[in-house]
């Protein structure tokens, strides 16, 4: 399998509001930049659409590292919580309904196609690519109309 490292970040004007996610996928000596956004959505939906459209974007099953600034993203996946979410019909552990069914049950997909690690980083810390990611999702939502 390819080793791909891939930064990703999602960004809201208000929340809900306009909102962007960026992302940038590394193989090798090569990078690719994507981004994209919606009208009305949450910071968590950006988050998440990051993370799903950059591993949609590999054409093969790959081993990834992925690094996020999103604790809601690397917790309920590395914490088992999006599992447990699923296997109790959506409903977590308070009995309250699960956010966003929608995009996690799009990325659990994916992670039975692809070896992902997540990792965690402190956003606006100065971390290069989360900091381009942050850029690419900010001025994505700016130029919405």
Not at 42 to 50: F, G, H, I, S
Not at 83 to 97: F, H, I, R, T, V
Not at 117 to 139: I, M, Q, T
């Amino acid at each position: 399998m390819k080793k791909i490292e891939i930064y990703t970040d999602g960004a809201c004007s208000g929340n809900p509001g306009k909102g962007g996610w960026g992302a940038v996928l590394v193989y090798g000596n090569k990078e690719k930049e994507i981004c994209g956004g919606a009208a009305e959505t949450t910071n968590n939906r950006m988050e998440l659409t990051a993370v799903i459209e950059a591993l949609t974007a590999l054409k093969e099953p790959c081993e990834v590292k992925l690094t996020t600034d999103s604790k809601y993203v690397c917790d309920s996946v590395n914490k088992g919580w999006v599992y447990s979410w699923k296997q109790n019909g959506w409903k977590k552990a308070d009995k309250k309904p699960a956010l966003n069914v929608d995009l996690w049950e799009k990325l659990l997909t994916l992670l039975e196609t692809h070896n992902v690690e997540f990792v965690w980083v402190k956003g606006h810390n100065g971390h290069p690519y989360n900091e381009r990611c942050d850029k690419l999702a900010v001025s994505y939502y700016q130029n919405l109309s």
